[in-house]
RNA sequence: AGGGACAUAGUUCAAGGGUAGAAUAGCGGUCUCCAAAACCGUUGAUGGGAGUUCGAAUCUCUCUGUCCCUG
């Protein structure tokens, strides 16, 4: 019989720790988590990971394990997650997977083409040339080198179009040739169950929190990370809008509401995400 | 109580006799490695009533509401 991998999924600040801590418990299971974000030992504050004694009850990975310093992808995290569950399979039966980061999620579950890492000097120019010619002008490239992908990839968002462009020139080989369209086979069982509650009920939540990492010093928080304001896991809710604040731009006010909304837009996508998800079964809280 | 000002989308503000627009919120969607990212799309309003006019958000009257001044 296969193992089986438990994944409770749902949008943010739902109540997914304290329900997984639960269960974990229940299974004797360690908690996986698969949080963008919380993977991270320098955003706590703004991240809302397990407290301390939630911590104690139950062992997690992939919580404060990794640093902002460092780029992170859902790449890298697909072949962590799967090194680790091979590893405690070993001795449990059931694993209890949480998060809300949709495509770490799919990662795990029905894995990533083997692109190479992406190379970080050749982003650097293409993002510079992004700023220097336009969109357009790497699109167009795109079209030359890799057609198939020029096709098939949305290309009016920027960061597809550099992926692509990166990998194609990184490698050699077109970005479009290393997608096989195929899910990688696992060796566990998987059963999916999300978390939702009432809109009302979610947003109430949603701001309360902001509210409770304010109090909680989000501001020093960021403010002793504004030397890697350009790593991308600091393209984040509730961070950027204190660098905003942090340089004049907006004041503490706005940037409070600024982060409520975007959190809530947040949840928004993520509930899209999993809309067309049939493997989902939906518990309302 | 008297005098004055104002009333347009959930909110802030345009249109001053001729197709009611914008920003923002809200809502919906996309997704194979920066994903708490990056994109795409969209609903919605002239406070109520009467009048002038071919035609009223716009002018007149009235009611209602809000604000300001005076007592």
């Known amino acids: 019989m296969k193992p089986k991998l438990i994944i409770i999924l749902g949008p943010t600040a739902v109540g997914k720790t304290n329900y997984s801590i639960e269960l974990a418990q229940k299974f004797a299971s360690p908690i996986i988590s698969c949080d963008s974000r919380q993977l991270y030992k320098e955003m706590i504050v703004g991240t809302a990971p397990p407290s ?5 009850l139950v062992p997690h990975y992939f919580i404060q394990s990794h640093t902002v310093k460092e780029y992170y992808t859902a790449g890298r995290y697909e072949i962590e997650a799967l090194e ?16 809300g980061a949709g495509l770490y999620i799919d990662a795990v579950c029905k894995g990533l083409d083997d692109f190479p890492d992406a190379d970080q000097k050749v982003r650097q120019i293409l993002t510079e040339r992004l700023e220097k010619d336009g969109l357009e002008s790497l699109r167009m490239e795109l079209k030359k080198i890799d057609p198939q992908s020029y096709e098939t990839i949305d290309i009016y968002n920027k960061q597809r179009v550099i992926r692509a462009l990166e990998v194609t ?3 050699g080989k077109k970005f479009s040739s290393y997608k096989r369209n195929k899910n990688k086979e696992r060796f566990f069982d998987i059963e999916k169950l999300g978390i939702i ?5 979610l947003y109430n939540r949603i701001n ?7 109090e909680a010093g989000l501001v020093e928080e ?9 790593m991308p896991a600091l393209n984040t809710v509730g961070y950027k809008e204190i660098f905003d604040y942090l340089d004049g731009k907006i004041s503490l006010e706005e940037a409070v509401s600024l982060i409520k909304r975007n959190t809530r837009r947040y949840a928004k996508r993520q509930m899209t995400y999993w809309g067309r998800d049939e493997e989902i079964a939906w518990m309302t809280l």
């Open 84 to 99: 680790l569950m091979d590893k405690l399979f070993k001795k449990h039966d059931n694993l209890i997977m949480v998060g």
């Open 222 to 230: 960021v403010r002793s990370l504004v030397n890697y304001r350009n």
């Open 208 to 214: 309360l929190r902001v509210d409770r990492m304010m």
């Open 169 to 171: 020139i990184a490698t």
């Open 197 to 201: 509650r009432e809109r009302n009920d």
């Open 52 to 56: 301390i004694e939630q911590l104690a």
